[in-house]
């Protein structure tokens, strides 16, 4: 295969670096860390021991989400000089997804520099193709708002997506998230929760939402966590029950203390069935029985 002479100047690398296990940083990767003059890190300390182990001399610039404004310009100098080269890390997995990357990116191909990514793991896309859930169409939606209505809009619109969604999680936050994608979705709603990819410790937890709650309910989440939440089911033959079924299924999420309109959403959200038809047939119930 005819490549490319690297690492060039003027142009901005992206490189992938490990996840978990060290093994998975590529030898073109390895070997492009060794001889750039820069690299911008994430964290410069936590870096150090993966740059060490490979012998790079380059010298370590602190680029993170904190100093993003301030650093952007001497890093976009490096790039006009063309005297230099430089590449960018983040502490694990690829440059720019929920870490720092997208800015110096844009910022470089807006003057007119290449951009090449030496693609490496990245753990939406690890805990995705494991999942054993669609992967044809996904949606990467990262770590969503902690709290307030920006979180409820985000979790709102993720429920309904057809799309198999991909999140990232804390660890302490892990179990609030699992409790409102069942509120959302339902408890079995197809989940798979991935935690410490390519780690000693990596598993994966599923089949649904109720399963993996009952999970870490008893053993603490710990590690790192990627969850792969399956799309809303399309609308389907389950529609096509009798009037029955539906007021019986609203009738036992209502003894577990929702309301009406809750378990009407709840069932229409978890079956594609119409919110509307579903609260309809629970007065159409009430007034059969008052008749
Ligand atoms: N840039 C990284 C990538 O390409 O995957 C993601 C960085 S983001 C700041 C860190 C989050 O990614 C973690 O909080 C966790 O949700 C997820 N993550 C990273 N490593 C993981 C692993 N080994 N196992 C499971 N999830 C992981």
Not at 51 to 74: D, E, M, V, W, Y
Request: glycine residues 8%.
């Amino acid at each position: 295969m005819n490549q490319r002479v690297e690492p060039q100047k003027g142009v901005l690398y992206l490189v992938g670096t490990p996840i978990g296990h060290l093994g998975d940083l590529s030898p073109r990767a390895q070997s492009l860390l060794k001889e750039v003059s820069f690299i911008a890190c994430e964290d410069t300390r936590h870096s150090g021991h993966l740059l060490k182990s490979l012998g790079a001399k380059g010298r370590r610039i602190s680029f993170h989400k904190h100093n993003t404004n301030s650093k952007l310009p001497q890093l976009l100098e490096i790039l006009k000089q063309g005297q230099n080269t430089l590449a960018l890390i983040s502490d694990a997995g690829l440059p720019g997804i929920s870490d720092p990357g997208e800015i110096l990116v844009s910022k470089a191909k807006e003057a007119g520099h290449e951009v090449i990514c030496i693609p490496g793991p990245c753990a939406a896309t690890t805990a995705l193709v494991s999942s054993g859930l669609p992967c044809e169409r996904f949606c990467f939606e990262g770590f969503l708002p902690t709290k307030g209505k920006l979180r409820k809009e985000r979790l709102s619109e993720l429920a309904i997506d057809m799309r198999t969604v991909v999140l990232y999680e804390s660890p302490h936050r892990l179990i609030q998230l699992l409790t409102e994608l069942e509120q959302l979705c339902g408890k079995d709603r197809p989940l798979q929760v991935a935690r410490e990819l390519t780690k000693r410790h990596e598993e994966q937890v599923g089949p649904n939402i109720g399963a993996a709650i009952k999970h870490f309910l008893t053993n603490k989440p710990l590690g790192e966590f990627t969850l792969v939440l399956g799309g809303k089911p399309k609308i389907n033959s389950t529609c096509l029950k009798p009037d029955e079924e539906w007021i019986q299924e609203l009738n036992s999420l209502m003894s577990e203390g929702m309301s009406a309109s809750e378990a009407a959403r709840q069932l229409a959200q978890q079956t594609g069935q119409s919110r509307r038809f579903l609260y309809g047939l629970l007065h159409k119930g009430a007034r059969n029985q008052n008749d």
